[in-house]
């Protein structure tokens, strides 16, 4: 009788191993990957490269910034960033595991549907909804500095590749900037929505966001200045447990730089809807839920071209700065120009001070070279 099972089992294991898995219709194609790290030279600066990283473990990183900005990412994409300190969160402060495990509905967030010989294929980079589907490669950047780390997926089976990276601005805040390239020889029309997800509002403490999340976003409110495409997310009172007024006079912004036309959203109602094929409507006003800036547009892309576009964030705003931006969005001609010069000082700033503690070495080894900059910087923190 054991002698019976035992051959059974292995029958069983033996037709499970020759069955090729289907999603629908569709052959799912798991490939192994292999993972591989190196430097190299990108978007004018030095990187290590991750190839395949998604073949990986989650692991943890910190983007660090000249400023007061601070930021910890997963290799999945969920993140917690914010200025000066935990009380001044963009998006929540988690531990490491949270946020992990909130990549999905914390931080950045793209959905395209490209539009080839009447049918919509829909992508959604760097999410594991529709694995197995696409033939696609994942890489993480993150230059030699700290400053700014990198996310690239390759759809070979569409021939585009999108990829965004973070990077920090003293006068502008975070800034998450998106390029989408076509591969292909053959022109691609399609839709995105690209955006940021789960913004803390102006006067939430760590505390009470851990100890009382629901009660929050009871009390959010995210509205649409529409003539500017800002996104201000507000409380529409400071949480307080006693009976007096108390309002809430700063707010968390989001704006957007390098899209025309460009419909705008304040939460993540209608993500799903777009999954779908229905027609996204702007929002304007949005309350007691999670804050959220998607921008939504239409884009031709011609053969072996790439398009970018910025998405920018900030905490604890004031109505005064919030009319500051609003104007130079409406008549700065090259706004995406002044952001990424206001990027690059930054890291000049940063490489002045960490110069300043000897923490600049040049030698035969980059590795080397690099490790000893990073030990430096994390000294003068």
Not at 54 to 72: E, Y
Not at 128 to 142: A, C, F, P, T, V
Not at 316 to 326: A, F, K, R, T, Y
Request: glycine fraction near 6%.
């Amino acid at each position: 009788m054991e002698m019976n099972l035992n051959v059974m089992d292995a029958l069983i294991e033996n037709k499970m191993s020759k069955n090729q898995i289907y999603i629908g219709n569709k052959k799912s194609a798991f490939k192994s990957k292999e993972v591989k790290g190196k430097l190299i030279s990108f978007e004018n600066g030095n990187y290590y490269k991750i190839s395949n990283y998604d073949a990986m473990r989650p692991f943890f990183m910190s983007i660090v910034s000249p400023s007061n900005h601070w930021m910890f990412i997963s290799s999945n994409g969920g993140l917690s960033a914010g200025r000066k300190n935990s009380e001044s969160a963009l998006f929540p402060y988690y531990t490491d595991d949270k946020i992990t495990e909130s990549a999905d509905i914390t931080g950045s967030k793209t959905i395209l549907q490209i539009h080839i010989e009447g049918k919509s294929y829909l992508w959604e980079p760097f999410s594991d909804r529709y694995s197995g589907i696409y033939n696609i490669q994942r890489n993480l950047y993150k230059n030699s500095y700290g400053n700014k780390v990198v996310f690239e997926e390759v759809n070979e089976d569409l021939g585009l590749t999108f990829r965004y990276q973070w990077n920090s601005s003293d006068v502008f805040g975070f800034v998450k900037k998106s390029t989408l390239i076509n591969n292909s020889d053959r022109e691609i029309e399609l839709t995105i929505l690209d955006g940021i997800q789960n913004l803390l509002p102006y006067g939430v403490s760590s505390d009470l966001q851990n100890a009382s999340s629901n009660l929050v976003d009871a009390y959010k409110k995210s509205e649409l200045e529409a003539d500017s495409g800002i996104g201000i997310y507000a409380l529409s009172a400071i949480i307080v447990d006693r009976a007096e007024p108390s309002e809430a006079l700063k707010a968390t912004i989001a704006w957007s730089a390098g899209i025309k036309n460009a419909r705008y959203l304040v939460s993540s109602l209608q993500v799903d809807n777009f999954r779908k094929g229905i027609a996204i409507e702007q929002e304007v006003d949005i309350k007691a839920e999670k804050g959220a800036y998607f921008v939504c547009a239409d884009l031709i892309l011609q053969p072996e071209i790439e398009k970018s576009w910025m998405i920018i964030a900030n905490v604890n705003q004031s109505i005064v700065s919030i009319n500051e931006i609003s104007e130079k969005i409406k008549n700065e001609n090259n706004l995406s120009e002044i952001i990424q010069d206001s990027i690059e000082l930054g890291t000049q700033q940063l490489l002045e001070l960490n110069s300043a503690s000897d923490g600049m070495q040049l030698t035969a080894d980059k590795m080397r070279n690099t490790r000893h900059f990073s030990n430096t910087l994390f000294n003068i923190m």
